[in-house]
């Protein structure tokens, strides 16, 4: 997608002191992240659609005086939400590493990711969906399994 310079500026200016003092490189690192449609989203979304099951992708759910909340595959019919967590980004304990540079803003910054995600869940729960998260590194087939036996 071609932007024009206005475009390039806007953006370039806006929210210019979260990378006050990150070098060029990193920005380019952290801009490159994706929100959605990840190589473990894709891997999981590709086995669940070869499988026969139909689902909605990255689709909101609302609930009652909160935002809407995101899950990774949301099947509608059957009120199951699932998420496909990054190990970086949620702090998984096994594979989850911990940024050298700027330590208390990535320290504060995961603890809130994974308030959030408790938070989310909650919220589901109570709304009457099942939500359920697996980490990047999971074996697809193993959460075929586990999304097949929510769907029955």
């Known amino acids: 997608m071609r932007r024009s310079a206005t475009q390039?500026?806007?953006?370039?200016?806006?929210?210019?002191?979260?990378?006050?003092?990150?070098?060029?490189?990193?920005?380019?690192?952290?801009?490159a992240n994706r929100r959605r449609d990840t190589k473990p989203e894709l891997a999981v979304r590709s086995l669940l659609h070869r499988s026969g099951l139909r689902f909605r992708v990255d689709y909101p759910i609302r609930v009652p005086g909160h935002r809407p909340i995101r899950p990774d595959v949301?099947?509608?019919?059957?009120?199951?939400?699932?998420?496909i967590d990054g190990c970086f980004w949620h702090g998984c304990p096994e594979h989850g590493t911990r940024s050298t540079t700027n330590a208390a803003?990535?320290?504060?910054?995961?603890s809130e990711n994974k308030a959030?995600?408790?938070?989310?869940?909650?919220?589901?729960?109570?709304?009457?969906?099942?939500a359920y998260r697996f980490w990047e590194h999971e074996d697809p087939q193993s959460i075929l399994a586990v999304v097949r036996s929510a769907l029955e």
Do not use: C
């Not at 390039?8 to 801009?31: C, F, L």
């Not at 949301?74 to 998420?83: D, G, H």
């Not at 803003?105 to 995961?110: F, N, S």
């Not at 959030?116 to 099942?130: F, K, S, V």
């Open 8 to 31: 390039s500026n806007r953006t370039a200016t806006s929210g210019r002191h979260q990378w006050e003092g990150v070098p060029e490189e990193r920005r380019a690192i952290m801009r």
């Open 74 to 83: 949301v099947f509608t019919r059957r009120k199951v939400a699932v998420f």
């Open 105 to 110: 803003y990535w320290d504060r910054k995961l």
């Open 116 to 130: 959030r995600d408790a938070r989310h869940a909650a919220e589901l729960e109570a709304a009457g969906w099942q």
